[in-house]
């Protein structure tokens, strides 16, 4: 039987605890048993748990009360060579932290652990989620689960921080993302006797041109700027070398601003494309950082350090659709996520808790 984590042990050696437990997605029924051990002894925490996801809480009847979420899978783990266990090593900028997890994002969930045991009495309740196959299919994931059988778990906070990696840096909310499939059609015809067909992917060259033209909106949402973006991502057709096409499907890619609603940019991207025949075939909104609430006013000024919008999608967007502002906060550089070889510098760890504490004592 594995070891109980020591919830007394500073972020980094939690982090390297918890990544040595490996936890991939769908397999993460050992650690959620470790986490939930660590917990149930907190006299301050009330624990539920659903699946493997963990949803702790304080209940100090503070006027606020504040989500603090991480995930406790991971992608894969390498094999030649093997990405765990854990190393940690020098190097030019100190000590670093290799292995699978020690990016996305086992230092945030250690940090998590650490703020449950070392701050029983916050000036904000705290709900605390570890929950599981984030990086997988959105049927798994924790958060749908909370949100389909006990919503009352987190619909009652007024702000959510997302521990994911941003490097130490406040990353606002998330943009929404849109994916449209446009389809033109034409005759088929053998290609040495054209005019007998009609070719579907010449017809596609209006909806590049539409696209080359297109000038994306900057809009600012809560203080923040969200740069919007349209584009052509895939492009698919034709059946042989011989054969002019009669069909050609251009997938196109709308990132759009929070404050631009499913529906709002669903209408958008068919406004563009007027004329075509258009199938939105994915759409998930993006979430609002609510930095105008006192919670997310007081955490920016505790923290003191720089501000961005997030640019990609992330289950700060799941918060946001259950009426929870968030922002995501966290230790590593997500550029480095899911990389084989995955690595944080050491002191990232505990800046972050120390950053946390400031906000939450």
Known sequence: MPNPLDLARDAATLTADLCDRPSVSLQEGELADAIEDALRPLAHLDVVRLGNTIVARTNLDRPERVVLAGHIDTV???????????????????????????????????????????????????????????????????????????????????????????????????????????????????????????????????????????????????????????????????????????????????????????????AHVRSVFDGFEIDIVDNAGGARPGLNRPAAQAFIAALGVPVTAKQGWTDVARFSAMGVPAVNFGPGDPNLAHMDDERCPVAQYGACEEAMIRWLR
């Not at 993302?177 to 053998?190: D, F, S």
């Not at 040495?192 to 809009?219: C, F, M, Q, S």
């Not at 740069?227 to 096409?245: D, K, M, R, W, Y």
Request: proline share 7%; with cysteine.
């Open 76 to 266: 894969p783990l390498t094999v030649d060579p093997p990405n765990l266990p854990t190393v940690r090593e020098p190097s030019g900028q100190g000590e670093i932290l290799r292995g699978r997890g020690t990016v996305d994002m086992k230092g945030g969930v250690a940090v998590m652990l650490r703020l449950a045991y070392a701050v029983p009495a916050p000036t904000r309740d705290l709900t605390f989620v570890f929950y599981e196959a984030e990086e997988i299919d959105s049927i798994y994931n924790g958060l749908g689960l909370i949100e389909r059988e006990r919503p009352e778990l987190i619909t009652d906070a007024d702000f959510a921080v997302l521990l994911e990696p941003t490097d130490g840096a406040i990353e606002g909310g998330c943009k929404g993302t849109l994916r449209a499939e446009i389809t033109t059609k034409g005759i088929a015809a053998h290609s040495a006797r054209p005019w007998k067909g009609h070719n579907a992917i010449h017809d596609a060259a209006p909806i590049l041109t539409r696209l080359a033209d297109y000038r994306a909106e900057v809009k600012e949402v809560d203080g923040l700027e969200y740069p919007e973006a349209l584009n052509a991502v895939l492009i698919s057709g034709g059946t042989a070398t011989n054969v002019i096409p009669d069909r050609c499907v251009v997938t196109v890619n709308y990132r759009y601003a929070p404050s631009v609603s499913e529906d709002e940019a669903a």
